[in-house]
Nanobody
Framework: QVQLVESGGGLVQAGGSLRLSCAAS????????MGWYRQAPGKQRELVAT???????NYADSVKGRFTISRDNAKNTVYLQMNSLKPEDTAVYYC??????????????WGQGTQVTISS
């Protein structure tokens, strides 16, 4: 099993920056892809960014060029650097880890979420 703890959320003015962190513990050697998702008021949860254990990244179109996901495997931590923040970025952000402890077994783990609020 994997436990995920997010930190770094808060209130930021439009145009500002924020860095989210997610620390993983437990069976961290089984983690393949990690990512960030968000859920805004009145909207479905959406993928923001993902990064594989090898460092391959992808991003939602809405955050490309503004957000950067990174991963420190030694610290078992994934980060989301958010720049040029917009009010529409306001959401609860959730850290995700996908694992495959053995062939044919896939599991997804989620953090508790951290609130990001962008004021105009």
């Amino acid at each position: 099993q994997v436990q995920l703890v997010e930190s770094g959320g808060g209130l930021v003015q439009a145009g500002g920056s924020l860095r989210l962190s997610c620390a993983a513990s437990g069976s961290i050697n089984s983690i393949s892809t990690m990512g960030w998702y968000r859920q805004a008021p009145g909207k479905q949860r959406e993928l923001v960014a993902t990064i594989t254990s090898g460092g391959i990244t992808n991003y939602a179109d809405s955050v490309k060029g503004r957000f950067t996901i990174s991963r420190d495997n030694a610290k078992n931590t994934v980060y989301l650097q958010m720049n040029s923040l917009k009010p529409e970025d306001t959401a609860v952000y959730y850290c995700n880890a996908d694992t495959s402890p053995r062939p044919g077994l896939e599991r997804r783990y989620w953090g508790q979420g951290t609130q990001v609020t962008i004021s105009s």
